[in-house]
Every structure is written in C-alpha cells, then in structure tokens.
C-alpha cells in the first residue's frame, strides 16, 4: 500500500470509527483517522466483517502464536465492503463497487514474493496482526489489487466469507484433493467446514470428518461430510479412533486436513492416512508435538504445510457465484457496530456452543 506508515491522514465528512482493542477483555470504538490515499489505493466502507478464532486469542490473551498487541490496534480481517473513493492510478475499480478484501499486503520485492508465494513473505502487513490495523471499521483503506469485485448473485456477507474459506480452498489446493481423493477433515469448527465444502467443490468423492463435538459433528453431516467420527481428547484413544476413522471412510484415506493442530490430531492423522498418502497441517494448536514421525515417514506419507492463502479470492468468488459453494449456512449470528453489541458478539464467538460464524452487518 502506497502510503502505510503516512503521518498525513485524511478527514472524511463523517467521523471513522473502529473496534480498538486495548487489552484483555477490552474492545472499544473509537474514532480510526486512515491514511492518505495512495495512486494504487482505494477506500473501503465496510459492510460486512466476520469474527475469526485469531480475533478471539487476541481478545482473550493479547496474544495468537507469535503475535502479541503491545499498543492499541483495530481488529478484524475477514471482511467486504462497498468503495467510497479510488486512487489516482486505479482503473480497475470504481465508487459503488461492491468488493471482497484480501487482507494480506506481501512486499512484492522478496524471492518469495517475486515466486508467487507472497503468503509466505517475512514483512507480510496483515489485518488485525501486531502492529498492523484490522478492518473492524466504518471505512479502511487498501490496495485496489487486493480488493475483487463481487458478482452480482454474491452478497456482501458471502465476501466477507472469502477469507476462512480462502483456508479451505488453499489447503485442498496444497493437497492436490480432487476426483479421485478420498479426504479425511479433522476438526469440525469453521475452518474444518469450509475445508469440507472446498473439498467438496474440488471433487472429493467421500469425505469423513472427526471432531470432539457433537453439535459441529451434525453441522457437518448437513453440509455434506459422508460421515462423521466423534473422538476424546485423550491420547490414548488414537488407536481406537484411527480404526474406527478407517472403517467410517470404507477405503484408505488419500488426505488428510487437520485443521485442529494439536498433538493428538497430528497423531491421529499420521495413523489413519494411507501408505502414499498426505497429511495437510492446516491448523495450529499446540507449537511442539510428540508425534510418530518416523512410522509416518517409513510409509511414505507426506506431510504438507498451509499458512493462510495465496491466490484464492478469484476462485473462491467463482464456486460461490456458481453454487459449488455455500456458505450462508455458516453465518450463525448476527450483529451491528455499537459498543455493546461488538462486545456480545465477540463473547458469542468466544463460548462456541452453537456459534460457527459470527457476523457484523455495519
């Protein structure tokens, strides 16, 4: 983006508010001056923004891996919106444009941005991840390149919902799931179900899905998973599990997601994949695992690393558009921009229980 980091700052005729986050427990809305406008650049005023399970650690812990909030910082990143204003150099795009954000901004001057693995880039500025801003907000401002326009059958909500199912559709991607693929989906939360339906959309013709909980367990079964595994959290249970995984599947398990990341999953994985086959590590609960690497190893299962997305919003886009994917039925619960409604959207997202997406209409 042009003018990150600008002292100058651009005074719109309505004051800009956003959802600062200031500590644990602590969001408030406050007023969020944008930087001037770059020639590349556009502004956005949002109109829809998902709560993702990162915007909880953050609330919760000030922390999400090796990220930690030192200084106040809007939250939020998986968002659409409608363009307000539009550079001098963008023709792409214009005011009244309806359009989904890619929240990730790659330096463009790193080999792994000049390869195309810009996801991958060591000064990646991303929504909502220190110190960067979020866009939990009246109005953001972006990069035209990172802003895709929304076909007319797609609505704002279902843009917003590009970004988790950008995980979904990346890590099948990864994992070369198609046709032939049987899939196996470990963790049934929001990312495990836009896993399922990208896996779905790519081909899969049987995918099994495991999870501790039942209420996401039946969520699945709904959104076309071909059967579904109820599993402990215990470690001594993976055998068992393992088989009884195999067994719900009927065949051996070309892939497997996991998009959980603790130890027990990995494990349970590596157990139930097929000689040959993959195991894709797409979520990432626990850093340090003790996991049965070397049989993993000897039987030649690969294993295949996912850090959010590149590439992904077009596609994305096109199985919405086209019906290959609906996510609708994700978007749980609804809320709108006031103090105390971010607050009791944030704390419903939080428990879980029957919330998978929670949504902000602005």
């Not at 895709?148 to 199912?165: I, Q, R, T, Y």
């Not at 963790?187 to 779905?200: C, Y």
């Not at 997601?257 to 990432?284: P, Q, W």
């Not at 590149?310 to 996510?327: A, E, H, R, Y």
Request: with cysteine; aromatic share 6%.
């Amino acid at each position: 983006m042009d003018s990150i980091g600008d002292s100058r700052v651009t005074k719109n005729e309505e004051e800009n508010m956003a959802a600062w986050l200031h500590g644990i427990n602590d969001l408030k809305i406050q007023p969020f001056e944008l930087p001037t406008l770059g020639p590349n650049d556009v502004r956005v005023r949002m109109k829809a923004v998902g709560i993702c399970g990162s915007d909880v650690h953050y609330l919760k812990t000030m922390s999400c891996g090796d990220y930690h909030v030192k200084e106040p910082m809007v939250i939020g990143h998986e968002c659409a919106g409608i363009i307000e204003e539009v550079g001098s150099e963008v023709k792409s795009l214009v005011p009244g444009d309806r359009v989904a954000l890619e929240p990730g901004i790659g330096c463009w001057r790193c080999d792994r941005c000049k390869e195309g693995s810009y996801n991958l880039c060591p000064d990646m500025r991303f929504f909502a991840t220190p110190p960067i801003h979020g866009s939990l907000a009246n109005q953001i401002a972006h990069p035209a390149s990172l802003c895709f326009k929304l076909p007319d059958n797609v609505s704002l909500e279902e843009g917003a919902m590009c970004e988790p199912l950008s995980v979904g559709v990346y890590g099948c991607r990864r994992a070369k799931v198609g046709a032939e693929t049987t899939v196996l989906i470990i963790g049934a939360g929001p990312i495990g179900l836009v896993t399922l339906l990208s896996a779905r959309a790519f081909g899969a013709p049987r995918i099994v899905i495991a999870d501790v909980d039942d209420f996401r367990l039946s969520f699945a079964r709904k959104l076309g998973a071909d059967q579904v595994v109820k599993v402990s959290s215990k470690r001594e249970d993976v055998a068992g599990e393992v088989e009884e995984i195999k067994k719900a599947m009927g065949r051996g398990i070309d892939v497997t997601l996991d998009c959980a990341g603790f130890e027990k999953t990995v494990s349970t994985a590596f157990g139930a994949t097929r000689n040959g086959g993959k195991v894709c590590l797409i979520g990432m609960g626990h850093c340090n695992m003790n996991v049965p690497l070397t049989p993993a190893a000897s039987r030649e299962v690969d294993v295949l690393g996912v850090f959010r997305y590149k590439n992904t919003w077009p596609q994305c886009l096109q199985f919405l558009s086209s019906g290959k994917i609906d996510v609708k039925p994700l978007i749980t619960h609804r809320f709108g921009f006031s103090q105390k409604e971010v607050e009791e959207a944030f704390e419903t997202s939080a428990r879980g229980g029957n919330a998978i997406k929670v949504m902000f209409n602005l």
